[in-house]
């Protein structure tokens, strides 16, 4: 096979593999509805990063997605959110979230009180498969005990 062939089939093949890395994320991205209004998505494993349209303007918006429940993101208002995964949420209220860390106000079984968390790691529950719990006003992983 002459010098010139092969240089440039070896071209071709490069630009065909350049391409490929180009046009495809690392990570496949996570289900969810927001797909169907969100463009230019990229995930790095942990954060979503998109633009996502409301009255027809696309506005930059993010979401550390790991504790989302599977297919459960979508867009509101050009804001990406989900439904975090746990039992906790159940009988918890203002929660939100970051990479590592979950805040929520739980209920007391006694008097129906409520309790404040922040600050709570939640990576361990995850990464290990366990439920996050509401165990008597303060989170944990798995059951309360």
Do not use: H
Request: glycine share 8%.
């Amino acid at each position: 096979m002459p010098k010139k062939r092969i240089f440039f089939t070896v071209c071709a093949v490069s630009m065909v593999i350049g391409i490929f890395f180009l046009t495809n994320n690392a990570f496949s991205l996570p289900d969810g509805s927001y797909q169907q209004t969100c463009i230019k998505c990229t995930d790095d494993g942990n954060t979503l990063r998109c633009e996502c349209k409301y009255k027809g303007k696309y506005s930059p918006t993010s979401l550390s997605y790991k504790i989302c429940e599977s297919g459960q993101i979508w867009n509101d208002k050009s804001k990406l959110r989900c439904t975090p995964q746990g039992s906790f949420k159940r009988s918890c209220s203002n929660i939100s979230w970051n990479e590592s860390f979950l805040t929520a106000i739980c209920k007391r079984i006694q008097k129906g009180k409520t309790i404040p968390n922040s600050g709570f790691n939640y990576n361990a529950c995850i990464n290990n498969g366990q439920d996050i719990t509401n165990c008597d006003g303060s989170l944990k992983c798995g059951g309360c005990n």
